[in-house]
Nanobody, 126 residues
Framework: QLQLVELGGGLVQPGGSLRLSCAAA????????IAWFRQAPGKEREGIAC????????DYADSVTGRFTIARDDPEIMVHLQINDLKPGDTAVYYC???????????????????WGLGTQVTVSS
C-alpha cells in the first residue's frame, strides 16, 4: 500500500521558518509528481507548490511565491517544502500528495493526485 507521511509541522512565530518533508512508504518518489496542499479551518484545500518527477518543473500558488520553495531529495526519498517568513494566514494543515508522472512532464496545483498523506499542522502565532 502506498503511503505518504508529512513531517516537520509545529508552532512558529510570525516571520519564522519551517521545513516540511514528505516521505514515502511502500514506494519511492522517483517517478512521481509531488504537490503540497494546505487547508485552513473553514476554507477549501489549496494547492500551494508542486514539482515534477525529475525536478525540472515547479509551480507555486501566488500566495506563497517567493516564500516557499519545493525541492526533491536525492535519491528520491523525500520532497521538502521550505517555508520562510511565515504569516498567521499560513496557519493550516499541510498535506503532500503524489501521482505518477504523466505527459507532458509538468505538475498541477489542482487536487488530481492519487495518494495523500494525513497532514501536519502548521500554526503561526506569537
Amino acid at each position: 500500500q502506498l503511503q505518504l507521511v508529512e513531517l516537520g509541522g509545529g508552532l512558529v512565530q510570525p516571520g519564522g521558518s519551517l521545513r516540511l518533508s514528505c516521505a514515502a512508504a511502500g514506494f519511492t518518489l522517483e517517478h512521481y509528481t509531488i504537490a503540497w496542499f494546505r487547508q485552513a479551518p473553514g476554507k477549501e484545500r489549496e494547492g500551494i507548490a508542486c514539482i515534477n518527477a525529475n525536478g525540472t518543473y515547479k509551480d507555486y500558488a501566488d500566495s506563497v511565491t517567493g516564500r516557499f520553495t519545493i525541492a526533491r531529495d536525492d535519491p528520491e526519498i523525500m520532497v521538502h517544502l521550505q517555508i520562510n517568513d511565515l504569516k498567521p494566514g499560513d496557519t493550516a494543515v499541510y498535506y503532500c500528495a503524489a501521482a505518477r508522472q504523466s505527459i507532458p512532464p509538468i505538475c498541477e496545483l489542482r487536487p488530481l493526485y492519487t495518494t495523500w498523506g494525513l497532514g501536519t499542522q502548521v500554526t503561526v502565532s506569537s
